[in-house]
C-alpha cells in the first residue's frame, strides 16, 4: 500500500527566509504524481505545485520549488522568501488511483 | 474559473435531523469527490463519483448517502448523525478520475451533530 509520511509535525520561518518541508512517500509503482496542498486557516485547500514521477527535473512555481528524488523516495518543499500569507498547514500528496495525503506540517511565519 | 463552491458554509444539525450538503464546479470536470477532515488531521476520502456515477465508496456508512444530479453537481444527504461526525466536509473536483488530474478542492462545510 502507498502511504506518504511528513516527519515534522511542526516548522517554523521567519519571514523572508527559506524553508524546508519533508516529504518521503514509499510505492511500488513507476508512474505516478505528486502534489503538495496548502490550507491555510480559513480552511480551503490549494494546490501549490504537481511533480510527475516521471519527469526528472524538479517542479518551481514562483517562490515554491520541490526537491524530487525519486530513488529516494523523498518530496521535499522549498519555500523561498517567507511570507506572512504563507503560514497554512502543508500536505504532500501522493496520486495514482486515489489521493493519499501525509499527516501535515503546520508551518509559521514569524514576522 | 478553478472554483469549486460549496454550501452550507456551517451547519448544526440534531442526531434526529434530515440535511443535505452541496457542492458545485462549472470546470467541465468529470470526477467529484467528498472528503472528511478532523481538525489538524488530513482529509479523508469518502466517495468518488467519475462520470456521474459512483466508482467509490471508502466504507462510509449509510448515514451518509451521496447523490450526483448531473456532472456540475455533487450532494451529500445527511440522517441520523452521530456526534463523532462532527468535521469539516470538503468536497473536490478533478479534470477524470485518472490519476495525474490535480483536484481542486472547495472551502468545506463546517459539520457539528449536537
Known amino acids: 500500500a502507498q502511504t506518504v509520511t511528513q516527519s515534522q509535525p511542526e516548522m517554523s520561518v521567519q519571514e523572508a527566509e527559506t524553508v524546508t518541508l519533508s516529504c518521503t512517500y514509499d510505492?511500488?509503482?513507476?508512474?505516478?504524481?505528486l502534489f503538495w496542498y496548502k490550507q491555510p486557516p480559513s480552511r480551503q485547500m490549494i494546490l501549490v505545485i504537481r511533480q510527475e514521477a516521471y519527469k526528472q527535473q524538479n517542479a518551481t512555481e514562483n517562490r515554491f520549488s520541490v526537491n524530487f528524488q525519486k530513488a529516494a523516495k523523498s518530496f521535499s518543499l522549498k519555500i523561498s522568501d517567507s511570507q506572512l500569507g504563507d503560514a497554512a498547514m502543508y500536505f504532500c500528496?501522493?496520486?495514482?488511483?486515489?489521493?493519499?495525503f501525509g499527516k501535515g506540517t503546520k508551518l509559521s511565519v514569524k514576522p | 474559473d478553478t472554483e469549486v463552491t460549496q454550501t452550507p458554509k456551517h451547519l448544526v444539525m440534531g442526531m434526529t435531523n434530515k440535511k443535505s450538503l452541496k457542492c458545485e464546479q462549472h470546470?467541465?470536470?468529470?470526477?467529484m469527490y467528498w472528503y472528511k477532515q478532523k481538525a489538524k488531521k488530513p482529509p479523508e476520502l469518502m466517495f468518488v463519483?467519475?462520470?456521474?456515477?459512483?466508482?467509490i465508496n471508502e466504507s462510509v456508512p449509510s448515514r451518509f448517502s451521496p447523490e450526483c444530479p448531473n456532472s456540475s453537481l455533487l450532494n451529500l444527504h445527511l440522517h441520523a448523525l452521530q456526534p463523532e461526525d462532527s468535521a469539516l466536509y470538503l468536497c473536490?473536483?478533478?479534470?477524470?478520475?485518472?490519476?495525474?488530474?490535480?483536484?481542486?478542492f472547495g472551502p468545506g462545510t463546517r459539520l457539528t451533530v449536537t
Open positions: 463519483y467519475s462520470y456521474e456515477k459512483l466508482s
Open positions: 510505492t511500488s509503482e513507476s508512474d505516478y504524481y
Open positions: 473536490a473536483s478533478s479534470q477524470s478520475g485518472l490519476a495525474g488530474f490535480e483536484q481542486y
Open positions: 470546470m467541465g470536470h468529470r470526477a
Open positions: 500528496a501522493y496520486i495514482r488511483g486515489n489521493l493519499i
